[in-house]
């Protein structure tokens, strides 16, 4: 019985782990911080490999201001999630948000604030639906993944798409 107890419960714990990493895509990096913007709560960071994550930094975060462009840190955050892909339209898309925030504050501090972005598809994994892309409007490369893996057989190295998808968070900052 014992054996029994111990084998659910890692079953459950894998089952919990599972859902949760399937919901957040939590990502761990040790980046550079490019931009600092107080006043909107927007980090920036190059990551090692090249690629910039923007990172939306919520209340609860109350140092904001000690964080230094040119700065290592360490931080975990809930990656971009690419919500839907469709060929770009006439006007470049900048990152506003696709539905009008409720309140000035949710703008910037909605952490399930979804936006839209015109970018040109740098590489496509879609064994892993991860997609990386160069943002038309800054020419800085990205990455995301596709909340639907099969998402990506539509579009290819070079194809100039409009992203619709959730704004990365910072989850924790060491």
């Not at 990506?152 to 900052?173: I, S």
């Amino acid at each position: 019985m014992k054996y029994f107890a111990i084998a659910v419960l890692t079953t459950l714990s894998l089952s919990l782990a599972t859902v949760s990493s399937a919901q957040h895509y939590r990502r761990t990096v040790q980046a550079t911080v490019d931009t600092v913007d107080v006043q909107s709560r927007i980090l920036e960071l190059k990551r090692p490999e090249g690629y910039f994550v923007r990172l939306h930094v919520p209340e609860t975060f109350t140092k904001l201001d000690s964080i230094k462009v040119g700065d290592t840190i360490n931080c975990t955050y809930n990656e971009n999630v690419i919500r839907k892909i469709e060929k770009a339209g006439a006007t470049v898309a900048t990152r506003e948000p696709v539905a009008p925030p409720k309140t000035p504050a949710d703008v910037h501090g909605n952490p399930d604030l979804v936006r839209k972005v015109t970018a040109t598809v740098a590489a496509v994994d879609d064994k892993l639906g991860n997609l990386s892309f160069k943002d038309v409007a800054t020419d800085r490369l990205y990455a995301a993944r596709a909340e639907k893996p099969d998402m990506l057989k539509k579009v290819k190295v070079g194809d100039k798409v409009d992203l619709t998808y959730t704004q990365a968070t910072l989850f924790e900052l060491k």
